[in-house]
Each structure stands twice: as structure tokens, then as C-alpha cells.
């Protein structure tokens, strides 16, 4: 507006422009969300839990890589009675979200918070996760 009550149309058109590039990328990553998330498969799932090898293959991913997730905070498998890593269904269907979203190039921080309110809701499928970059808009 300052720009404007100044007679410096230019300056107040450029930032405008500029505006309406960063909505349209915002829009453009909420969209990718969207459509990573509507597109998210997981294998059918027998409820038997299964280890980190036979998981990072389904995924194709290192167990390296599934560790790493771990660290993050992004899986929570439980362990087995010798201490091994075992991943039941919720584990499975967290760990394919964690991978198409990687793959799709969103950060660790915002998976992160995404898995945290899917967890945190009763209904995953009814509840209105605010993915971290719908508050940018």
C-alpha cells in the first residue's frame, strides 16, 4: 500500500506479482500433498508383524534407512523378545506413508508432524490433519 499511496505502481505490481508466484508454488506443494497421499498404497497386510529386511524390501529402502526413520521420530516399531525391531500393521501403513512422502520430497519435520496427528486422531480417515504447509498459505 505504500507503494501505491507513492506513486510507485511498478514497485506495488512487482510485489503483487511476487505474491501471487509464492501462492501459486504454495498451492503446487499442497496439491503434491494431496495427491501423494490419495495415491498412498500399502500392501495387504496379513496382521502378522515382520521384520526390519523383509519391510525396507517391501518399501525398497535400506533397513539402514528405516533405522534412520526411527531416529527421527518418524517409526515406532516395537522389539521382538531378543530385541529386534518388529513392525505390526500400523507400523507397516506408517512406514509407506514415510516412504512415498520421501519420495515425493517432503521434509522429515513436516512427515513427522503429519504421522504425529494421524496417530493423535481416533478416526485418521475423518479427522482434518493441517498438513505444516496449509498454515504457510
Do not use: K
Not at 500392501?43 to 524390501?57: E, N, T, Y
Not at 534412520?68 to 507397516?92: F, I, K, S
Amino acid at each position: 500500500m505504500v507503494a501505491v499511496n507513492t506513486d510507485r505502481l511498478d514497485d506495488a505490481l512487482d510485489v503483487i506479482d511476487r505474491s501471487h508466484a509464492e501462492l501459486v508454488s504454495a498451492r503446487g506443494i499442497v496439491d503434491a500433498v494431496e495427491t501423494t497421499l490419495r495415491d498412498i498404497t500399502v500392501q495387504s497386510w496379513d496382521g502378522a508383524p515382520v521384520s526390519i529386511g523383509p519391510l525396507a524390501h517391501q518399501l525398497g529402502v535400506q533397513p539402514a534407512t528405516l533405522r534412520r526413520w526411527e531416529r527421527d521420530g518418524l517409526l515406532r516399531p516395537g522389539r521382538d523378545h531378543q530385541g529386534h525391531r518388529v513392525y505390526v500393521a500400523g507400523d507397516v501403513r506408517d512406514a509407506h506413508l514415510v516412504g512415498q512422502l520421501r519420495r515425493a520430497g517432503h521434509s522429515i519435520a513436516d512427515i513427522r508432524l503429519l504421522l504425529d496427528e494421524l496417530r493423535d486422531a481416533r478416526d485418521p480417515a475423518t479427522s482434518h490433519v493441517r498438513w505444516p504447509i496449509a498454515g504457510r498459505l
